[in-house]
């Protein structure tokens, strides 16, 4: 995986980050092992053997097979975890976007924006950067020394990181309840879609754009012409969308209702049977899901496989 995914299935292996970084088989509830307890990590990231993930007190990179520190940078500082391609690229809360060596953690160069900023999207074909955060801008960032290419005027600050769709396209996420699509050859034509409620997050599968949004609803856009389709209210408020397979969606509002929906058939919505307090679903194959329980004594983490039940 290029980008952070909370969790990240890598074969039969499952790397979640919560309060800490855990290590798991997909076919047993306890960890392999646990790092970082108790610091505030977040979405994971792999390069080699290495697991990349960043924190409130810096960026880690830890031993795939150990969990052991193999280097640590920024400690006094938020670092978001990286996106990856020959170098792994940073945002951080004081407004630095990071260039790092993956293999040893050596700083290639760092370039500073106004307000926090979040790690960004990869255009290797222009060699640019996409990123936005706090202040109203995105910014195509120069892959090589961290250079203003160009930017772009935003009504609103950035949701969370831009997200990559199909085709290259670098989706951002804005508080007005717009998202705006950016084509991967670093032009600056933009497509707008428009929305009365600040969407979560964003997916592209075959012809179709699905958002989630903050009063809990899901709605659909033509992929070519960016025409809103439909709109489906869901949950009460804060649906979201989780790890899934190609043709699906995982969502959920607040780690409460969880549901999986199939994209060649989004009249049938299968919901999924969860118990107790839970976090941080993924689809494995088919139906089945897997999320996370935390446990206090010791603190940590087990996992739960569980069904979605499509009528």
């Not at 409620?197 to 599968?205: E, G, K, T």
């Not at 025409?227 to 649906?239: F, I, N, Q, V």
């Given at each position: 995986?290029?980008?952070p995914q909370n969790p990240l299935l890598i074969n039969d292996s499952v790397y979640v980050s919560q309060q800490g970084v855990y290590k798991f088989d997909r076919n047993q509830s306890e960890p392999l092992w646990s790092s970082l307890s108790g610091i505030q990590t977040f979405a994971p990231v792999i390069f080699e053997n290495r697991l990349l993930v960043g924190s409130s007190g810096g960026l880690y990179a830890l031993d795939l097979e150990s969990g052991a520190i193999v280097w640590h940078i920024e400690r006094k500082r938020t670092l978001f975890t990286p996106s990856i391609s020959a170098q792994a690229y940073a945002g951080s809360l004081h407004g630095e976007l990071y260039a790092i060596d993956p293999r040893d953690g050596v700083i290639d160069w760092r370039r500073q924006f106004d307000g926090w900023i979040y790690s960004p999207v990869i255009s290797e074909g222009p060699g640019l950067l996409w990123s936005g955060g706090q202040a109203h801008r995105i910014y195509a960032i120069n892959i090589e020394d961290g250079a203003l290419h160009h930017q772009l005027a935003t009504t609103q600050e950035a949701?969370?990181?831009?997200?990559?769709?199909d085709a290259g396209e670098v989706a951002f996420n804005l508080f007005d309840g717009s998202t705006w699509l950016i084509g991967s050859t670093g032009t600056v034509d933009v497509e707008k879609l428009n929305g009365d409620?600040?969407?979560?997050?964003?997916?592209?599968?075959r012809g179709t754009i699905y958002r989630s949004h903050r009063d809990g609803s899901l709605s659909a856009f033509g992929r070519r012409d960016g025409?809103?389709?439909?709109?489906?209210?869901?949950?009460?408020?804060?649906?979201v969308m989780h790890p899934a397979n190609p043709g699906y969606l995982l969502l959920s509002d607040n780690d409460q209702t969880l549901l999986l929906l199939d994209l060649g058939q989004t009249d049938t919505l299968c919901p999924v049977r969860v118990d107790g307090q839970w976090v941080l679903p993924l689809q494995l194959e088919d139906r089945t899901i897997l999320y996370f329980q935390k446990t206090m004594q010791p603190p940590g983490m087990t996992l739960v496989q569980t069904e979605a039940n499509c009528k």
């Open positions: 995986a290029d980008y949701v969370f990181s831009p997200v990559e769709l409620s600040p969407p979560n997050s964003v997916h592209a599968y025409k809103p389709g439909w709109r489906r209210s869901l949950t009460p408020r804060d649906l």
